[in-house]
């Protein structure tokens, strides 16, 4: 990363169709402002399905994590999976994945503030939202689970998306934007969190 102090790490995060369509756009926004980060960039877009394939493939290792995932959340509600081989149950979940988030417009957006990998995953819970802790994001406004999508055969719905790490950051913040729409501004209340001697307060 360009700039190394820790207030300059940048996230990246998507409001998914459903987050849209279930009118969560303030307030999963206002989550994010009152902590004290920064949005540096946003837009709505439908992406397509060979954008959001590509999104999802960033990480060479995300599709076996992500079979790794399902397979043992079928070992953990005591089913045996369809199949023992993470890849293959990858595949299915990259397809209706693509059909979710085609569905219908998205909101991607850059948040920044010191460890906001970290922050805005703390916000927005557990994949699962079943499993996601009451005041997060998807445990407070959704229901969904692995069981549900395995059951209908469709991705599980919940609402947002956000980087697993800083190395996932960068990749998807240059895949969703360019270089320019990513505004450097200084925001006000940030003399408050990060200044260093608070010397400009008293008149
Ligand atoms: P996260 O969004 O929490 O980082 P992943 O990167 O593992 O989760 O998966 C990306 C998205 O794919 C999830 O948010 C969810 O919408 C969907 N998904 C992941 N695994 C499954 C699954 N086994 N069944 C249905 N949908 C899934
Ligand atoms: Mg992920």
Redesign the pocket.
Known sequence: MKNSHPKKERTFVAIKPDGIQRSLIGEIISRFERVGLKLVATKMLVPTAEFVEAH?TLDPE?RR??GE??IK?YVDRGEKPWTTDPYE?TER?LK??KD?MTSGPVIAMVWEGAHVVELVRKLVG??EPRKSDVGTIRGDFVLDS?MM??TDG?????LI??S?SPDEAEKEIKHWFTEKELINYRLVQEEILYDVNLDGILE
Request: no cysteine; charged share 15%.
């Open positions: 999802y995300w994590i992500t995932k399902n959340s149950v979940v209706n994945l979710y557990s994949t692995y999508g395995d469709r991705a599980i719905r919940n998306h956000a697993g």
